[in-house]
């Protein structure tokens, strides 16, 4: 079975300063991995994905993760956070594309 | 833009009523999904389907159910809505192995 661990439920930072989300997951097979990122009262929109190649995978806003699979990682990264990033994260993965596993969620407050 | 629709966006009823949330996609996808999203923000699979005629329980028992008659629609519904059906509830869908998720913008149901 596979499982998301997102360890951070909150994670408050200054505006410009750099931000990482840690995701984590457990499987004991090739996943494909997924950063989504929620804003109110919307549905989930993909950030970036991980399917094969390059570890270092970069998505739309500025944000980019690294896939390490020695320690089953999926971080999520950005070097300079704005206002409108304040959202919730959700890290999710799949072996099949037919069951999606998702992490309980990070939800990101930048400050001014 | 979104290519999956979820409506109504918000519905408030009360105890008893019977509603279906509507969900259609237009990108021909095959896999469809219903999550319910508590005000904790953690997704849970209610119901999901392969294809036309098939559909499954998800791993969060729910008293809703879904249809699939055509592979652009996946209606929910709930014939006797109770407050404990108060939450948040996001469709989406899915092509393949490695393709992501696609979410709609979700229906936020109140029942008093």
């Known amino acids: 079975a596979q499982s998301v661990t997102q360890l951070d439920s909150q994670v408050p930072v200054f505006e410009e300063a750099p931000v990482e989300l840690r995701c984590n997951y457990s499987?004991?097979?090739?996943?494909?991995l997924f950063w989504y990122v929620q804003y109110p009262n919307q549905g989930l929109q993909l950030l970036l994905k991980?399917?094969?190649?390059?570890?270092l995978v970069k998505g739309i806003n500025g944000f980019e993760a690294e896939f390490n699979k020695s320690q089953t990682s999926f971080h999520l990264r950005k070097p300079s956070v704005h206002i409108s990033d304040t959202a919730e994260y959700f890290c999710a993965v799949t072996h099949t594309g037919n069951q999606f596993y998702f992490g309980t969620g990070t939800s990101l407050t930048v400050i001014p | 833009e979104a290519d999956i629709y979820q409506t109504p966006r918000y519905l408030v009823i009360g105890t008893g009523k019977k509603i279906t949330l509507e969900c259609s996609q237009t990108?021909?996808?095959?896999?469809m999904y219903w999550y319910q999203q508590d005000p904790g923000m953690e997704l849970h699979l209610i119901h999901y389907s392969y294809g036309v005629n098939s559909t499954e329980k998800g791993d969060l028992s729910s008293e809703s159910t879904v249809s699939r008659i055509r592979t652009e629609h996946f209606p929910l519904t709930l014939e006797s809505a109770r407050p404990s059906h108060t939450s948040q509830y996001l469709c989406a869908s899915t092509w393949g192995p490695n393709s992501p998720l696609h979410f709609g913008n979700g229906t936020r149901l109140t029942v008093t």
């Open positions: 499987s004991s097979v090739s996943v494909y």
């Open positions: 990108m021909g996808h095959d896999k």
């Open positions: 991980y399917l094969s190649g390059s570890t």
